[in-house]
Structures are given as C-alpha cells and as structure tokens.
C-alpha cells in the first residue's frame, strides 16, 4: 500500500470512528428517511395540486378564473402556487416576484392517434359529450378526475353517483357528408381536428411551487443533528489538517492544471511521480486526447472550407465570366455549372452521412444479406469476384454496398489494373476482401487511411482522389455492424482493404 494510500486510510479511520458514535444511526437512517418521505410528498402533493389546475382548465376550456382556484391549493399545499404558460408567460402567482423552485409539467391537449377521418370525428363528439358530462358533475357538487380514455383523449370521471341530470341520452354519432373534409390525408386530419382540439382545450401549462428562497419544510430534529454533526465536521477538519497537508499537495498541481484547461490552455502536463503517479497519468492521458480532439476539430473545420472554396470559386468564375462577356451563356457552361454544383452536393452529402454516423443517427435497414451476391453484381472488366459460396450476414444491405462501392472505386482511382473481391467466413465472422495491384499506400500513411479529407496523393483532383470522406464513413458503417475494416498496402505492389462482420446468427463477444 502507497504512502498515499495509509495516510488517506488514517484519515478516514479517524474521522469514522469519532462520526459512527454521534452521527451513523441518527444522521444516516432517520434524517435520510424523514428527507426523503418529505420530497416525496411534496412532489405528490405538487402533482395533486396539477391534476386540480389541469381538471380547472379542461372544464372551463381556458385558463379564465385560475387566479381564484390557486390560493386555496397555495394553502393546502403549504407554499407559493404559480401557472405559467410553456412561453413563460405567467398565468396566475400566489407569490408575484420570485423564482420557482419545482415545476411540473400539465399537458392539456392529446397526442392525435387517429388514423381515419372518422376516427377523429368520433373522437371529438366523445370528448365533446364526456366534457358536457364533466361539467354537470362538477355543477352539482360531485367530485371529479381526469383519466386517460380512448385515443388519448381526456375522460372525466367519478367515484360519486350520478344524477340522472348528468346522464346522457343514449345516441349514436353518424357524422354527416359535410363533415368530411379531408378523406385519407392523415396530415390534413391531424390539421383540423388539432384545431378543433385547441379551441376546446386551453393550452399546455407548468404548475410550479415553491421559492429559491423560500425552504423546503421538511419534519426533521435539527438540533441533535446539527451538534452532532458541527462536534464531529471540527474534530474532522483538524485531523484532515494535520494528516492531509503533506498528502494532498500533489492535488494542488492537478488543480492549477485544470484551471489552465478551462482558460484553454491544453498544454500544461503534471509530473508522474508521488503518491499520484496513476491519476496524473490518467490525466496527462485526458489532456493529450483532449488536444488532439481540438486539433482535429480545427483540420476539419479547414479541410471543409477548402473543399467548398474550389467549387464556390469555379462557379462565381463561370458567372463573373459571363457577366463580363468573356464566355457566352450556351449549354456547355450551364453544364459545367450543373458540375460544379453536383459535386458541391455530394461533398454535402457526404459530409451529413459522416456526422450522421458518428453520432449513431444514421438509419439502417437490417435484413439477410449474402456478401458473394452482393459482391457478385461487381464482375466487370477489370474486377474479378471470387465468392464460391454463400456467406450471408444480418446488415443493411445498401449501406454495404456503398463500402464496397467505395473501395472498389478508391481501387481504381489508385492505377489498379485489377481488383479482385474475395468473401469467405472464418469462424463467426463473415471477411470480405479488396485487393488490388494499384500505386499502393506509403507505410507512414496508413495511419490516417481514415481519417477524413485524408488523400493518398494531395496533388490529385477530385475527380481521381476523391473527396477524402468516403473511407471515414466507411468505417462509420462498419463499426455499426459491429464490424471491422482495415487496410494492408505496399508501394508499387498495390493495397488490400479487409472488412469483417459478424455471421447471421453467430455469437460475436
């Protein structure tokens, strides 16, 4: 055990011993306990208090007359009662002038499930009858709720008997031919009957409670724990004093550290040594991924303007040239701004597929998939497949084809004379491999095959380098299928990129 290690277990014995007698039992069971039981009752006594509000809006269709409900629940609840709509704009305050401390959201208006037109209109003369009903049971003194009905919409509820005054002659709902406005568009059904919704709905509220600076009551005996706690906080702040002051100086260095961090200064390091030595070196780790994460975020940044410069610039070329009667407006040019606007997209493209994959947004449409079929549809002059049998996976199949694509075609913008595709499994994983005798890849380059805007040849134009992203999405891809993809090349002897994917059905750690 290190000198850290016995001087920090020193400390924590000491401080245990002399908290376990006052504080353990009493601090740690009953305050913990009474706290708890407290919050939760403010937060159901809060969600009551939201039921009232949501059940007030809901029979009056509007928030008219709320500033007359809230003192009453103020009361009952024992502390500042606001409602405010979702903007802000506030409703009614029991308490005018201070920032709430809890809030809770009160959803007035349904999710609109209705998949027919119908559906809707049978819908809405169900609320509407329900909410007539509601009504008359709140006009006569009965004590009523809200509940979840049918397709979402609001039901008015009670456990009391209902007068016959509140029943409703039985009738049914044929809604007449000029009711119909929208057929089978779903979109203008959701349109209009929202509408009706919301003029019979008051809109969405929060229900907050409380004061920053009003305290939360919570039933607890604070004098006992405040002695015991401020007898035993004395004795642990002179023994951490006395015990500490050598074996946290190492901190000290972490912490100025980290302030230059967040003044954005990420070169600082600590030194690994002492009784630290493991967590400096965790942090120096941190601090050198944190940099390089900078770095690359500031190249990306300028490779993206670099690769929009060139197309922006051709294209305002082409226009400024016309404009001044140097190149006339006939067909060739409008096809060479077409282009230059193709590719300008498919830069875009692919740059919203890259961060799209990156943060696990990009969808894929899993099904069986067997690679020498996919591989199959390749065979052209100058690719050979080689994929004697099946070996067929769980994946999106277009998503696999544009890796393969890709390859193929990096392949051929390398010099490649041939590409061979070759597929087979081996154990649980599916391997599929893209050889060809091309220029090959420097073996300092390797690293950063991909890595995005990254090219073999900076010299080379898009037209033969490509835009440098196609490989970093691939690898995006890949790694969603929980896969992998690497590469092996040689100068002058060409580059082989491998892919490996689980089997349909075999267990992969």
Same mark, same amino acid.
């Given at each position: 055990m290190s000198r850290f290690a016995l001087k920090i277990a020193a400390l924590v014995v000491v401080t245990v011993v002399a908290a376990v007698a006052a504080t353990a039992w009493l601090t740690l069971r009953e305050t913990t306990r009474q706290v708890e039981k407290s919050v939760e009752v403010a937060w159901? @006594?809060?969600? @009551?208090?939201?039921q009232e509000v949501r059940l007030q809006g809901l029979l009056t269709g509007s928030w008219d007359g709320i500033d007359a409900l809230l003192p009453p629940l103020a009361q009952r609840l024992g502390q500042r009662v606001r409602v405010v709509l979702t903007d802000g704009s506030v409703l009614a305050d029991t308490q005018p002038g201070t920032s709430p401390r809890q809030s809770v959201a009160v959803q007035t208006r349904p999710d609109y499930v209705f998949s027919t037109e119908i559906g809707a209109l049978i819908a809405i003369a169900t609320y509407e009858a329900g909410l007539e009903r509601g009504r008359c049971l709140r006009k006569v003194g009965s004590r009523v709720r809200v509940e979840q009905g049918s397709n979402n919409v609001p039901a008015f509820v009670t456990d009391d008997p209902v007068p016959a005054v509140c029943v409703p002659a039985a009738k049914g709902f044929t809604p007449s031919s000029n009711e119909f406005v /929208?057929?089978?568009?779903?979109? /203008?059904?959701?349109r209009t009957y929202g509408a009706r919704f919301a003029e019979l709905m008051p809109p969405p509220v929060l229900v907050q409670a409380g004061a920053v600076d009003q305290p939360q009551q919570a039933k607890v005996a604070l004098l006992p724990i405040l002695l015991s706690a401020g007898l035993v906080a004395l004795l642990a702040l002179v023994v951490s004093l006395l015990i500490s002051r050598g074996a946290l100086r190492p901190i000290s260095a972490l912490a100025a550290s980290a302030r230059r961090f967040g003044a954005g200064d990420l070169? $600082?390091?600590v030194p690994e040594k002492g009784d630290l030595a493991e967590l400096t070196r965790a942090f120096n780790a941190m601090a050198e991924s944190l940099q390089r994460s900078r770095e690359q975020q500031h190249n990306m940044i300028a490779d993206i303007a670099h690769e929009l410069r060139t197309p922006l610039a051709n294209i305002?070329?082409? +226009? @400024? $040239?016309?404009?001044?009667?140097? %190149?006339?407006?006939?067909? @060739?040019?409008?096809?060479? *701004?077409?282009?230059?606007a193709l %590719?300008?997209?498919? *830069?875009i493209d692919d740059l919203q597929d890259l961060a799209l994959a990156e943060s696990g947004s990009l969808v894929y449409h899993m099904s069986t998939v067997d690679l020498a079929d996919l591989l199959s549809t390749y065979r052209a002059a100058g690719v050979v497949v080689d994929a004697p049998e099946p070996v067929v996976v769980h994946a999106d199949h277009d998503r696999l084809r544009q890796v393969v694509g890709n390859l193929v075609t990096n392949a051929q913008r390398?010099? !490649? #004379?041939?590409?061979? *595709?070759? /597929?087979? !499994?081996?154990g649980p994983w599916a391997v599929v491999e893209v050889a060809d005798n091309g220029w090959g890849i420097a073996a300092g380059h390797l690293p950063h095959v991909f890595d995005r805007f990254w090219r073999a040849d900076n010299a080379r134009g898009r037209e033969t380098g490509g835009r440098g992203l196609g490989l970093a999405i691939a690898r995006e +891809?890949? =790694? !969603?299928?929980?896969?992998? +993809?690497?590469v092996?090349?040689?100068?002058?002897?060409? =580059? =082989? #990129?491998t892919v490996r994917l689980p089997l349909q059905g075999a267990p992969v750690a």
């Open positions: 159901q @006594e809060l969600e @009551e208090v939201a /929208c057929g089978n568009d779903k979109g /203008c059904v959701m070169s $600082g390091r305002r070329g082409y +226009i @400024e $040239g016309v404009r001044d009667g140097v %190149l006339p407006a006939d067909d @060739e040019l409008y096809r060479s *701004l077409y282009e230059e %590719l300008q997209q498919r *830069l390398a010099g !490649a #004379f041939s590409v061979t *595709l070759r /597929c087979r !499994a081996e +891809i890949i =790694t !969603a299928h929980r896969g992998s +993809i690497s092996a090349s040689a100068v002058g002897v060409g =580059t =082989t #990129f």
